[in-house]
Protein backbone atom coordinates (compact mmCIF):
# COMPACT_ATOMS: atom_id res chain seq x y z
CA UNK A 1 0.00 0.00 0.00
CA UNK A 2 1.26 3.23 -0.43
CA UNK A 3 2.12 5.66 2.01
CA UNK A 4 0.34 8.99 2.36
CA UNK A 5 2.47 11.84 0.69
CA UNK A 6 3.58 14.60 3.30
CA UNK A 7 3.92 16.94 0.82
CA UNK A 8 1.97 17.35 -2.84
CA UNK A 9 2.71 15.63 -5.55
CA UNK A 10 0.66 16.95 -7.76
CA UNK A 11 1.75 20.39 -7.99
CA UNK A 12 1.05 23.07 -10.53
CA UNK A 13 2.67 22.29 -13.62
CA UNK A 14 4.62 25.47 -13.01
CA UNK A 15 6.87 24.26 -9.95
CA UNK A 16 9.78 22.03 -10.49
CA UNK A 17 9.21 20.59 -7.06
CA UNK A 18 6.80 19.41 -4.79
CA UNK A 19 4.79 21.54 -2.64
CA UNK A 20 3.76 22.13 1.13
CA UNK A 21 0.66 21.53 2.46
CA UNK A 22 -0.54 23.65 5.31
CA UNK A 23 -4.22 23.67 4.80
CA UNK A 24 -5.79 20.78 7.33
CA UNK A 25 -7.98 23.81 8.74
CA UNK A 26 -9.80 22.62 4.95
CA UNK A 27 -8.69 18.81 5.28
CA UNK A 28 -6.21 16.73 6.80
CA UNK A 29 -4.47 14.05 5.18
CA UNK A 30 -5.97 10.65 5.88
CA UNK A 31 -3.66 8.58 8.17
CA UNK A 32 -1.88 5.43 7.05
CA UNK A 33 -2.73 3.44 9.88
CA UNK A 34 -6.37 4.75 9.39
CA UNK A 35 -6.54 3.71 5.33
CA UNK A 36 -4.67 0.28 6.28
CA UNK A 37 -7.38 -0.44 8.46
CA UNK A 38 -10.18 0.79 5.95
CA UNK A 39 -8.79 -1.19 3.10
CA UNK A 40 -9.16 -4.08 6.22
CA UNK A 41 -12.86 -3.47 6.48
CA UNK A 42 -13.46 -2.93 2.97
CA UNK A 43 -11.42 -6.54 2.66
CA UNK A 44 -13.32 -8.66 5.16
CA UNK A 45 -17.10 -6.02 5.87
CA UNK A 46 -18.36 -6.57 2.69
CA UNK A 47 -22.05 -6.79 4.14
CA UNK A 48 -24.64 -4.37 5.40
CA UNK A 49 -24.75 -3.50 9.22
CA UNK A 50 -28.28 -3.89 9.27
CA UNK A 51 -28.30 -7.30 8.17
CA UNK A 52 -29.01 -10.14 10.54
CA UNK A 53 -26.49 -12.20 9.63
CA UNK A 54 -22.99 -12.81 10.89
CA UNK A 55 -21.67 -11.27 7.45
CA UNK A 56 -24.10 -7.73 8.68
CA UNK A 57 -23.26 -8.43 12.25
CA UNK A 58 -19.27 -8.31 11.44
CA UNK A 59 -19.90 -4.87 9.83
CA UNK A 60 -21.96 -3.83 12.64
CA UNK A 61 -19.31 -4.79 14.95
CA UNK A 62 -17.03 -2.48 13.04
CA UNK A 63 -19.39 0.11 13.80
CA UNK A 64 -19.60 -0.60 17.09
CA UNK A 65 -16.14 -0.61 17.68
CA UNK A 66 -16.41 2.99 16.07
CA UNK A 67 -18.77 4.74 18.54
CA UNK A 68 -16.69 3.66 21.45
CA UNK A 69 -13.82 5.17 20.12
CA UNK A 70 -15.60 8.37 19.59
CA UNK A 71 -17.77 8.06 22.69
CA UNK A 72 -14.11 7.75 24.67
CA UNK A 73 -12.60 10.61 22.79
CA UNK A 74 -15.41 12.81 24.30
CA UNK A 75 -16.57 11.26 27.18
CA UNK A 76 -19.88 10.14 25.70
CA UNK A 77 -22.05 7.54 26.34
CA UNK A 78 -22.01 4.89 22.91
CA UNK A 79 -25.79 5.24 22.05
CA UNK A 80 -25.25 8.99 21.80
CA UNK A 81 -23.66 8.35 18.53
CA UNK A 82 -25.42 9.27 15.26
CA UNK A 83 -23.44 8.52 12.68
CA UNK A 84 -23.62 11.49 9.28
CA UNK A 85 -21.80 12.15 6.55
CA UNK A 86 -20.05 15.14 8.14
CA UNK A 87 -19.61 18.06 10.07
CA UNK A 88 -22.45 20.10 7.65
CA UNK A 89 -25.09 17.47 8.11
CA UNK A 90 -24.82 16.85 11.80
CA UNK A 91 -25.04 21.01 12.78
CA UNK A 92 -28.33 20.53 9.69
CA UNK A 93 -29.82 18.12 12.08
CA UNK A 94 -28.76 19.38 15.57
CA UNK A 95 -30.90 22.73 14.46
CA UNK A 96 -33.13 21.85 12.21
CA UNK A 97 -33.54 18.79 14.42
CA UNK A 98 -34.34 21.10 17.58
CA UNK A 99 -36.22 23.67 16.23
CA UNK A 100 -38.82 21.00 14.98
CA UNK A 101 -39.01 19.29 18.00
CA UNK A 102 -39.81 22.79 19.67
CA UNK A 103 -42.27 23.95 17.13
CA UNK A 104 -39.88 27.02 15.93
CA UNK A 105 -38.44 29.10 19.04
CA UNK A 106 -35.79 30.72 19.89
CA UNK A 107 -32.37 30.03 18.55
CA UNK A 108 -29.07 31.81 19.31
CA UNK A 109 -25.78 32.04 17.41
CA UNK A 110 -23.16 33.90 16.29
CA UNK A 111 -21.89 36.05 13.38
CA UNK A 112 -18.54 34.17 12.91
CA UNK A 113 -19.70 30.76 12.70
CA UNK A 114 -19.20 28.66 10.07
CA UNK A 115 -21.58 28.24 7.00
CA UNK A 116 -23.01 25.41 8.05
CA UNK A 117 -24.54 27.22 10.52
CA UNK A 118 -25.36 30.50 9.43
CA UNK A 119 -27.29 29.31 6.45
CA UNK A 120 -28.95 26.64 8.73
CA UNK A 121 -30.09 29.45 10.72
CA UNK A 122 -31.32 31.17 8.12
CA UNK A 123 -33.03 28.85 6.36
CA UNK A 124 -35.05 28.18 10.18
CA UNK A 125 -35.64 31.83 10.11
CA UNK A 126 -37.54 31.59 6.72
CA UNK A 127 -39.69 29.15 8.40
CA UNK A 128 -40.02 31.06 11.34
CA UNK A 129 -37.84 29.94 14.08
CA UNK A 130 -36.20 33.51 15.48
CA UNK A 131 -32.98 33.70 15.68
CA UNK A 132 -30.12 35.61 17.33
CA UNK A 133 -26.94 36.06 16.31
CA UNK A 134 -24.09 37.51 18.43
CA UNK A 135 -21.16 39.86 17.76
CA UNK A 136 -17.20 39.09 19.08
CA UNK A 137 -15.03 41.22 20.39
CA UNK A 138 -11.91 41.99 18.47
CA UNK A 139 -10.67 38.41 19.37
CA UNK A 140 -13.00 36.78 18.22
CA UNK A 141 -14.52 35.72 21.26
CA UNK A 142 -18.23 35.85 22.04
CA UNK A 143 -19.32 38.08 25.62
CA UNK A 144 -21.27 35.73 28.23
CA UNK A 145 -23.14 38.90 28.89
CA UNK A 146 -24.19 39.29 25.73
CA UNK A 147 -25.23 35.71 26.03
CA UNK A 148 -27.35 35.63 29.20
CA UNK A 149 -29.18 38.67 28.04
CA UNK A 150 -30.08 37.21 24.81
CA UNK A 151 -31.88 34.19 26.29
CA UNK A 152 -35.74 34.79 26.42
CA UNK A 153 -38.23 32.39 27.51
CA UNK A 154 -38.85 30.27 24.26
CA UNK A 155 -34.82 29.78 23.46
CA UNK A 156 -34.71 25.79 22.80
CA UNK A 157 -30.96 26.62 21.56
CA UNK A 158 -27.87 27.98 21.86
CA UNK A 159 -25.08 27.05 18.70
CA UNK A 160 -21.42 28.06 18.90
CA UNK A 161 -18.22 26.42 17.58
CA UNK A 162 -15.68 25.24 19.94
CA UNK A 163 -12.66 26.72 17.13
CA UNK A 164 -13.09 28.90 14.61
CA UNK A 165 -11.88 27.20 11.15
CA UNK A 166 -10.45 30.60 9.85
CA UNK A 167 -8.74 32.13 13.00
CA UNK A 168 -8.55 29.58 15.29
CA UNK A 169 -9.96 31.20 18.07
CA UNK A 170 -11.02 29.03 21.12
CA UNK A 171 -14.56 29.53 22.85
CA UNK A 172 -14.78 29.18 26.44
CA UNK A 173 -17.70 26.06 25.72
CA UNK A 174 -17.33 25.20 29.43
CA UNK A 175 -18.79 28.47 30.75
CA UNK A 176 -21.03 28.94 27.77
CA UNK A 177 -22.50 25.29 28.68
CA UNK A 178 -22.67 26.01 32.05
CA UNK A 179 -24.81 28.48 31.31
CA UNK A 180 -27.09 27.07 29.24
CA UNK A 181 -27.27 23.90 31.87
CA UNK A 182 -28.39 26.49 34.57
CA UNK A 183 -31.27 27.73 31.93
CA UNK A 184 -32.38 25.06 30.84
CA UNK A 185 -30.95 25.25 26.82
CA UNK A 186 -29.80 22.77 24.48
CA UNK A 187 -26.18 23.77 23.85
CA UNK A 188 -24.91 22.50 19.70
CA UNK A 189 -21.39 22.65 19.70
CA UNK A 190 -19.70 22.42 16.12
CA UNK A 191 -16.39 20.77 16.83
CA UNK A 192 -15.24 20.07 13.46
CA UNK A 193 -11.82 21.77 14.26
CA UNK A 194 -11.30 20.96 17.86
CA UNK A 195 -12.18 16.96 17.86
CA UNK A 196 -8.55 15.26 18.70
CA UNK A 197 -6.92 18.72 18.99
CA UNK A 198 -8.25 19.67 22.41
CA UNK A 199 -9.81 17.77 24.81
CA UNK A 200 -13.92 17.50 24.39
CA UNK A 201 -16.04 16.53 27.53
CA UNK A 202 -19.44 16.62 26.53
CA UNK A 203 -20.25 15.93 30.46
CA UNK A 204 -18.00 18.64 31.68
CA UNK A 205 -18.88 20.92 29.25
CA UNK A 206 -22.48 20.61 29.51
CA UNK A 207 -22.33 19.94 25.75
CA UNK A 208 -25.76 18.67 24.13
CA UNK A 209 -25.30 18.38 21.08
CA UNK A 210 -21.49 17.99 19.05
CA UNK A 211 -20.74 17.94 15.34
CA UNK A 212 -17.64 16.17 14.69
CA UNK A 213 -15.98 15.10 11.38
CA UNK A 214 -13.71 12.93 10.56
CA UNK A 215 -11.78 14.48 8.17
CA UNK A 216 -10.62 17.15 10.10
CA UNK A 217 -8.71 14.82 11.93
CA UNK A 218 -6.52 12.67 10.13
CA UNK A 219 -10.20 10.31 9.17
CA UNK A 220 -12.11 9.82 5.73
CA UNK A 221 -13.79 11.92 4.03
CA UNK A 222 -17.68 11.77 4.14
CA UNK A 223 -17.98 10.78 7.63
CA UNK A 224 -19.15 12.42 10.62
CA UNK A 225 -21.06 12.33 13.55
CA UNK A 226 -23.35 14.47 16.19
CA UNK A 227 -23.63 13.57 19.51
CA UNK A 228 -27.36 13.70 21.13
CA UNK A 229 -27.47 13.63 24.96
CA UNK A 230 -29.98 11.13 26.07
CA UNK A 231 -33.28 13.06 26.10
CA UNK A 232 -32.52 16.27 23.85
CA UNK A 233 -35.54 16.34 22.01
CA UNK A 234 -34.75 16.25 18.46
CA UNK A 235 -36.62 15.39 15.19
CA UNK A 236 -35.25 13.44 12.47
CA UNK A 237 -33.99 14.98 9.33
CA UNK A 238 -33.39 12.25 6.70
CA UNK A 239 -36.17 9.13 6.58
CA UNK A 240 -36.04 5.82 5.43
CA UNK A 241 -35.61 2.77 6.80
CA UNK A 242 -35.14 3.46 10.45
CA UNK A 243 -31.42 3.09 10.85
CA UNK A 244 -29.55 4.76 13.72
CA UNK A 245 -32.96 4.39 15.60
CA UNK A 246 -34.81 6.46 13.49
CA UNK A 247 -32.54 9.43 14.20
CA UNK A 248 -30.95 9.55 10.92
CA UNK A 249 -32.04 6.98 7.83
CA UNK A 250 -29.33 5.52 5.20
CA UNK A 251 -27.58 2.38 5.33
CA UNK A 252 -23.92 3.32 6.97
CA UNK A 253 -20.96 3.47 5.19
CA UNK A 254 -19.39 1.25 7.10
CA UNK A 255 -15.77 1.83 6.23
CA UNK A 256 -15.73 5.35 6.39
CA UNK A 257 -16.99 4.99 9.76
CA UNK A 258 -14.70 2.62 10.67
CA UNK A 259 -11.75 4.60 9.48
CA UNK A 260 -13.34 7.44 11.91
CA UNK A 261 -13.26 5.66 14.44
CA UNK A 262 -9.73 4.25 14.40
CA UNK A 263 -8.41 8.26 13.43
CA UNK A 264 -10.52 8.82 17.06
CA UNK A 265 -8.35 5.93 18.57
CA UNK A 266 -5.00 6.94 17.22
CA UNK A 267 -5.92 11.09 18.55
CA UNK A 268 -6.98 9.63 21.65
CA UNK A 269 -3.41 8.58 22.50
CA UNK A 270 -1.39 11.05 21.01
CA UNK A 271 -3.58 14.41 21.52
CA UNK A 272 -1.38 16.40 24.04
CA UNK A 273 1.99 15.48 22.29
CA UNK A 274 0.54 16.74 19.06
CA UNK A 275 -0.92 19.03 20.31
CA UNK A 276 2.60 20.53 21.72
CA UNK A 277 4.30 19.73 18.39
CA UNK A 278 2.15 21.58 16.59
CA UNK A 279 2.32 24.35 18.42
CA UNK A 280 5.92 24.43 18.75
CA UNK A 281 5.62 24.90 14.99
CA UNK A 282 2.53 27.78 14.29
CA UNK A 283 5.37 30.03 16.85
CA UNK A 284 7.87 29.23 14.51
CA UNK A 285 5.95 30.26 11.07
CA UNK A 286 4.70 32.98 13.02
CA UNK A 287 8.19 34.21 14.21
CA UNK A 288 8.97 33.72 10.59
CA UNK A 289 6.79 35.84 9.22
CA UNK A 290 6.41 38.76 12.34
CA UNK A 291 9.14 40.66 10.69
CA UNK A 292 7.08 41.57 7.51
CA UNK A 293 6.08 45.35 8.06
CA UNK A 294 2.38 45.58 9.08
CA UNK A 295 1.34 41.88 9.55
CA UNK A 296 -1.67 41.86 12.03
CA UNK A 297 -2.47 38.27 13.78
CA UNK A 298 -6.17 37.82 13.78
CA UNK A 299 -6.71 35.65 16.71
CA UNK A 300 -4.77 35.18 19.99
CA UNK A 301 -1.71 32.89 20.50
CA UNK A 302 -3.81 31.26 22.47
CA UNK A 303 -6.20 30.07 19.80
CA UNK A 304 -5.51 26.37 18.57
CA UNK A 305 -2.46 25.22 17.74
CA UNK A 306 -2.98 23.94 14.37
CA UNK A 307 -4.24 27.45 12.68
CA UNK A 308 -2.15 30.66 12.19
CA UNK A 309 -4.30 33.54 10.72
CA UNK A 310 -2.52 36.55 9.56
CA UNK A 311 -3.72 39.87 7.23
CA UNK A 312 -0.67 41.90 5.51
CA UNK A 313 -2.01 44.98 4.33
CA UNK A 314 -1.81 46.67 1.05
CA UNK A 315 -1.53 42.76 -0.37
CA UNK A 316 -4.50 40.94 -1.67
CA UNK A 317 -5.36 37.72 0.10
CA UNK A 318 -6.29 36.02 -3.35
CA UNK A 319 -3.14 37.48 -5.15
CA UNK A 320 -1.10 36.11 -2.62
CA UNK A 321 -2.47 32.73 -2.69
CA UNK A 322 -2.28 32.94 -6.55
CA UNK A 323 1.40 33.18 -5.92
CA UNK A 324 1.93 31.17 -3.15
CA UNK A 325 0.00 28.20 -4.78
CA UNK A 326 2.95 28.66 -7.94
CA UNK A 327 6.31 28.68 -7.40
CA UNK A 328 8.48 26.77 -5.68
CA UNK A 329 7.80 25.09 -3.60
CA UNK A 330 4.12 25.55 -3.73
CA UNK A 331 2.41 25.96 -0.45
CA UNK A 332 -0.91 24.71 -0.16
CA UNK A 333 -2.70 27.73 2.05
CA UNK A 334 -6.16 29.84 2.19
CA UNK A 335 -6.94 32.83 2.23
CA UNK A 336 -10.04 32.42 4.47
CA UNK A 337 -12.86 30.52 4.26
CA UNK A 338 -13.60 29.25 -0.02
CA UNK A 339 -17.33 30.42 1.08
CA UNK A 340 -16.27 34.31 1.29
CA UNK A 341 -14.24 34.05 -1.89
CA UNK A 342 -16.89 32.44 -4.01
CA UNK A 343 -19.34 35.27 -2.50
CA UNK A 344 -16.71 37.43 -3.71
CA UNK A 345 -16.24 39.59 -0.40
CA UNK A 346 -13.89 39.74 2.23
CA UNK A 347 -13.65 37.05 5.41
CA UNK A 348 -17.14 37.85 7.40
CA UNK A 349 -15.46 35.82 10.09
CA UNK A 350 -12.76 38.86 10.59
CA UNK A 351 -14.82 41.65 9.42
CA UNK A 352 -16.91 40.52 12.63
CA UNK A 353 -13.60 41.15 14.47
CA UNK A 354 -13.73 44.74 13.49
CA UNK A 355 -11.26 43.78 10.86
CA UNK A 356 -11.57 46.50 7.87
CA UNK A 357 -12.50 45.07 4.43
CA UNK A 358 -9.06 45.57 3.54
CA UNK A 359 -7.45 44.17 5.79
CA UNK A 360 -9.61 41.30 5.81
CA UNK A 361 -9.14 40.43 1.89
CA UNK A 362 -5.17 40.17 3.07
CA UNK A 363 -5.49 37.33 5.29
CA UNK A 364 -3.92 34.18 4.35
CA UNK A 365 -4.81 30.93 6.70
CA UNK A 366 -2.01 28.47 7.48
CA UNK A 367 -2.75 25.09 9.40
CA UNK A 368 -0.47 22.64 9.75
CA UNK A 369 -0.85 19.09 10.35
CA UNK A 370 0.96 16.55 12.41
CA UNK A 371 3.00 16.09 9.65
CA UNK A 372 3.78 19.51 9.09
CA UNK A 373 7.85 19.44 9.74
CA UNK A 374 9.86 22.62 10.76
CA UNK A 375 11.72 22.59 7.12
CA UNK A 376 8.10 22.67 5.87
CA UNK A 377 7.65 25.89 8.09
CA UNK A 378 10.66 27.37 7.50
CA UNK A 379 10.44 27.14 3.39
CA UNK A 380 6.67 28.54 3.84
CA UNK A 381 7.61 31.26 5.87
CA UNK A 382 10.05 32.25 3.16
CA UNK A 383 8.46 32.38 0.71
CA UNK A 384 5.23 34.60 2.45
CA UNK A 385 7.96 36.86 3.18
CA UNK A 386 9.32 37.07 -0.71
CA UNK A 387 5.94 36.54 -2.03
CA UNK A 388 4.86 39.79 0.30
CA UNK A 389 7.74 42.12 -0.67
CA UNK A 390 7.30 41.28 -4.08
CA UNK A 391 3.45 42.14 -4.37
CA UNK A 392 3.74 45.32 -2.00
CA UNK A 393 6.76 46.37 -4.55
CA UNK A 394 4.14 46.70 -7.54
CA UNK A 395 1.32 47.88 -5.70
CA UNK A 396 -0.85 50.42 -7.14
CA UNK A 397 -0.07 53.24 -4.59
CA UNK A 398 -3.14 55.11 -6.39
CA UNK A 399 -5.41 52.15 -5.16
CA UNK A 400 -3.24 50.80 -2.12
CA UNK A 401 -2.15 52.67 1.30
CA UNK A 402 1.05 51.78 2.48
CA UNK A 403 1.59 48.97 4.81
CA UNK B 1 -3.73 18.41 -13.79
CA UNK B 2 -7.02 20.55 -14.55
CA UNK B 3 -6.91 22.63 -17.34
CA UNK B 4 -5.63 26.17 -16.49
CA UNK B 5 -8.95 27.81 -17.04
CA UNK B 6 -9.17 31.19 -19.95
CA UNK B 7 -9.16 33.43 -17.32
CA UNK B 8 -6.17 32.36 -14.90
CA UNK B 9 -4.52 32.08 -18.57
CA UNK B 10 -4.88 35.58 -19.16
CA UNK B 11 -3.90 36.67 -15.84
CA UNK B 12 -0.89 34.44 -16.11
CA UNK B 13 0.34 36.01 -19.50
CA UNK B 14 3.97 37.67 -19.64
CA UNK B 15 2.99 40.91 -18.54
CA UNK B 16 1.65 39.67 -15.23
CA UNK B 17 4.22 37.19 -14.73
CA UNK B 18 4.58 35.91 -11.15
CA UNK B 19 8.26 36.38 -11.78
CA UNK B 20 7.44 39.94 -12.04
CA UNK B 21 8.54 40.88 -15.14
CA UNK B 22 6.48 43.42 -17.10
CA UNK B 23 6.37 43.16 -21.00
CA UNK B 24 4.45 44.30 -23.79
CA UNK B 25 2.29 48.06 -23.69
CA UNK B 26 2.00 47.60 -19.90
CA UNK B 27 4.50 48.87 -18.02
CA UNK B 28 3.82 47.48 -14.05
CA UNK B 29 1.71 45.02 -13.36
CA UNK B 30 1.64 41.48 -11.10
CA UNK B 31 -1.01 39.58 -9.45
CA UNK B 32 -3.14 42.16 -7.87
CA UNK B 33 -2.30 44.81 -9.50
CA UNK B 34 -2.03 46.13 -13.36
CA UNK B 35 -1.27 49.46 -14.13
CA UNK B 36 -1.15 51.08 -18.04
CA UNK B 37 1.50 52.59 -19.00
CA UNK B 38 0.69 56.38 -19.98
CA UNK B 39 -1.96 56.94 -22.83
CA UNK B 40 0.01 57.53 -26.39
CA UNK B 41 -2.86 58.08 -28.20
CA UNK B 42 -2.61 59.87 -31.49
CA UNK B 43 -1.81 63.75 -31.93
CA UNK B 44 -4.12 66.15 -32.85
CA UNK B 45 -6.93 63.91 -32.22
CA UNK B 46 -7.43 63.73 -28.72
CA UNK B 47 -10.40 65.46 -27.11
CA UNK B 48 -10.57 63.97 -23.61
CA UNK B 49 -8.74 61.73 -20.94
CA UNK B 50 -10.83 60.44 -17.87
CA UNK B 51 -10.70 58.54 -15.25
CA UNK B 52 -13.47 55.58 -14.11
CA UNK B 53 -13.94 53.98 -10.51
CA UNK B 54 -15.63 50.63 -9.23
CA UNK B 55 -15.40 48.49 -6.34
CA UNK B 56 -17.34 45.49 -4.91
CA UNK B 57 -19.50 46.01 -2.23
CA UNK B 58 -17.31 44.85 0.34
CA UNK B 59 -14.40 47.14 -0.94
CA UNK B 60 -11.91 44.10 -1.18
CA UNK B 61 -11.43 44.98 -5.15
CA UNK B 62 -10.92 48.11 -6.54
CA UNK B 63 -10.64 48.68 -10.52
CA UNK B 64 -9.58 51.86 -12.29
CA UNK B 65 -10.07 52.42 -16.17
CA UNK B 66 -7.95 55.09 -17.51
CA UNK B 67 -9.37 56.12 -21.15
CA UNK B 68 -8.70 58.23 -23.48
CA UNK B 69 -10.84 59.11 -26.51
CA UNK B 70 -11.22 61.10 -29.43
CA UNK B 71 -14.89 62.24 -30.84
CA UNK B 72 -16.47 58.72 -31.66
CA UNK B 73 -13.77 56.04 -30.27
CA UNK B 74 -11.58 55.00 -27.81
CA UNK B 75 -7.89 55.41 -28.25
CA UNK B 76 -6.47 54.01 -25.60
CA UNK B 77 -7.92 52.21 -22.47
CA UNK B 78 -5.78 50.77 -19.78
CA UNK B 79 -6.70 49.88 -16.14
CA UNK B 80 -4.73 49.33 -12.10
CA UNK B 81 -6.60 46.37 -9.94
CA UNK B 82 -6.52 45.80 -6.45
CA UNK B 83 -7.81 42.30 -5.95
CA UNK B 84 -7.98 39.01 -6.49
CA UNK B 85 -6.33 37.64 -10.50
CA UNK B 86 -9.65 37.11 -12.00
CA UNK B 87 -10.57 41.07 -11.34
CA UNK B 88 -7.06 41.80 -13.32
CA UNK B 89 -7.91 39.22 -15.93
CA UNK B 90 -11.15 40.98 -16.43
CA UNK B 91 -10.30 44.79 -16.61
CA UNK B 92 -6.96 43.42 -18.66
CA UNK B 93 -9.43 41.75 -21.54
CA UNK B 94 -12.10 44.54 -21.24
CA UNK B 95 -9.03 47.19 -22.34
CA UNK B 96 -8.07 45.30 -25.15
CA UNK B 97 -11.70 44.90 -26.29
CA UNK B 98 -12.52 48.16 -25.92
CA UNK B 99 -9.53 50.07 -27.71
CA UNK B 100 -9.91 51.16 -30.38
CA UNK B 101 -13.70 50.62 -30.21
CA UNK B 102 -16.36 53.30 -30.68
CA UNK B 103 -17.57 54.26 -27.48
CA UNK B 104 -21.17 52.84 -28.36
CA UNK B 105 -19.40 49.94 -29.32
CA UNK B 106 -17.48 49.80 -25.88
CA UNK B 107 -21.32 50.81 -24.13
CA UNK B 108 -22.25 47.69 -25.41
CA UNK B 109 -20.09 44.87 -24.22
CA UNK B 110 -21.79 43.02 -21.73
CA UNK B 111 -20.75 40.64 -18.86
CA UNK B 112 -22.23 37.52 -21.33
CA UNK B 113 -19.11 38.89 -23.23
CA UNK B 114 -16.43 38.56 -20.62
CA UNK B 115 -18.15 35.66 -18.78
CA UNK B 116 -17.87 33.64 -22.55
CA UNK B 117 -13.95 34.99 -23.32
CA UNK B 118 -12.73 34.22 -19.82
CA UNK B 119 -14.78 31.12 -19.04
CA UNK B 120 -15.77 32.58 -15.93
CA UNK B 121 -17.70 30.88 -13.08
CA UNK B 122 -20.82 32.40 -11.90
CA UNK B 123 -18.65 32.83 -9.04
CA UNK B 124 -15.91 34.88 -10.75
CA UNK B 125 -18.52 36.83 -12.70
CA UNK B 126 -18.34 39.80 -10.33
CA UNK B 127 -14.95 40.23 -12.03
CA UNK B 128 -16.66 41.19 -14.90
CA UNK B 129 -19.13 43.43 -13.64
CA UNK B 130 -16.37 45.32 -11.43
CA UNK B 131 -14.55 46.11 -14.70
CA UNK B 132 -17.31 46.91 -16.47
CA UNK B 133 -18.81 48.88 -14.06
CA UNK B 134 -15.48 50.48 -14.03
CA UNK B 135 -15.63 51.52 -17.66
CA UNK B 136 -19.53 53.01 -17.23
CA UNK B 137 -17.80 55.37 -14.46
CA UNK B 138 -15.64 56.15 -17.26
CA UNK B 139 -17.69 56.87 -19.88
CA UNK B 140 -20.38 58.68 -17.71
CA UNK B 141 -18.01 61.35 -17.63
CA UNK B 142 -17.31 62.14 -21.21
CA UNK B 143 -19.19 65.10 -22.25
CA UNK B 144 -20.11 63.26 -25.71
Given at each position: MSSVPK??????????GAGIYLDHAATTPVRPAVIEYMADVMNTCGA??????QPGQAAAARIDQAAHNLAALINA???GIVWTSGATEATNLALKGVAEFHGGGHIIGVVSEHRATLDTLTWLERRGTRVTRLGVDAHGHIDLAALAAA?????CCVSIM???????VIQDVAAIGALCAERNIVLHVDAAQSLGKLAIDVDAMHIDLLSVSAHKMGGPQGAGALYVRPRVGLVAQIHGGGQQHNRRSGTLPVQQIAGFGRACELALGERETTHTQVCGLRERLWQGLA????IVRNGAAQGAAHILNVSFPAVHGAALLTGLTRGTPALAVSSGSACSAARAESSYVLRAMGRSPQLAAAALRLSLGRQTTSADVDAAAARVVAEVARLRALAPSTLVQPA | MSAVPAWLKRFLQPQFALAGAAAGAVTDANSDFGMAAEPDPEPNIVTATVTGRADTPATDAVCEIYLTVDATRIVVMRFAVYGPPVVVACADWLCEAASGRTIAAARGLSPQDLQQALALSAQQRYGALLALDALDNALSQLQI
Open positions: TLTEAPAENSNPSSGHPVKIVSDTHVNNETGGIDG | -
